[in-house]
T-cell receptor, first 113, second 115 residues
């Protein structure tokens, strides 16, 4: 186990709705990255937060947004859900000062109907 | 444009055999190459990683071979076991400012080890 936790485990939403996913990073880690993993694909980078600031973003539209809190936990918000947003959402934590390793949580399975 | 190409898509190996998964990358700025193992319903777990200043790294039954000039790297699983049956992902990233950049993943290889 990595010590990275995510909630909820599963979620079913309707197209057009909004969703918030949560992640608690591993103790001592100040960087959180979010990834989207479609079925049968590798994870794709959404964005990264370092010390409460966005520190890089992948090719995802602005309706994907995030937050990082002083305790380094993080939220991923997705507005105006589309059917293609159905995926496993993964967060990964790492140490911004010395770590090269990203440790993933178990993910949140989002289904959009 | 896919920056990390992984092959094969699936692999069947007999127990005790060697599993070999290959990856090729395009961006010469990449300087960190991890492999992740993912079981169904779980998040990816870091298995082993290498920097381009070494050609090989071994941890237990897992070995990464790295060919900088060819921009290729591979994972070898020696003495493969049924418990190794999982999906394996190679990835690449740039290290800057002491912090790992975003990981670019391959599409994955589904490994089945037959008893």
């Amino acid at each position: 186990e990595t010590g990275v936790t995510q909630s909820p485990t599963h979620l079913i939403k309707t197209r057009g709705q909004q969703v918030t996913l949560r992640c608690s990073s591993q103790s001592g880690h100040n960087t959180v990255s979010w990834y989207q993993q479609a079925l049968g694909q590798g994870p794709q980078f959404i964005f990264q937060y370092y010390r409460e600031e966005e520190n890089g973003r992948g090719n995802f539209p602005p309706r994907f947004s995030g937050l990082q809190f002083p305790n380094y936990s993080s939220e991923l918000n997705v507005n105006a859900l589309e059917l293609d947003d159905s995926a496993l959402y993964l967060c990964a934590s790492s140490s911004g000062t010395s770590g090269r390793e990203q440790y993933f949580g178990p993910g949140t399975r989002l289904t959009v109907t | 444009q896919q920056q990390v190409k992984q092959s094969p898509q699936s692999l069947i190996v007999q127990k005790g055999g060697i599993s070999i998964i290959n990856c090729a990358y395009e961006n010469t700025a990449f300087d960190y190459f991890p492999w992740y193992q993912q079981f169904p319903g779980k998040g990816p777990a870091l298995l082993i990683a290498i920097r381009p200043d070494v050609s090989e790294k071994k941890e237990g039954r897992f070995t990464i071979s790295f060919n900088k000039s060819a921009k290729q790297f591979s994972l070898h699983i020696m003495d493969s076991q049924p418990g190794d049956s999982a999906t394996y992902f190679c990835a690449a990233s740039r290290i800057y400012g002491g912090s790992q950049g975003n990981l670019i993943f391959g599409k994955g290889t589904k490994l089945s080890v037959k008893p």
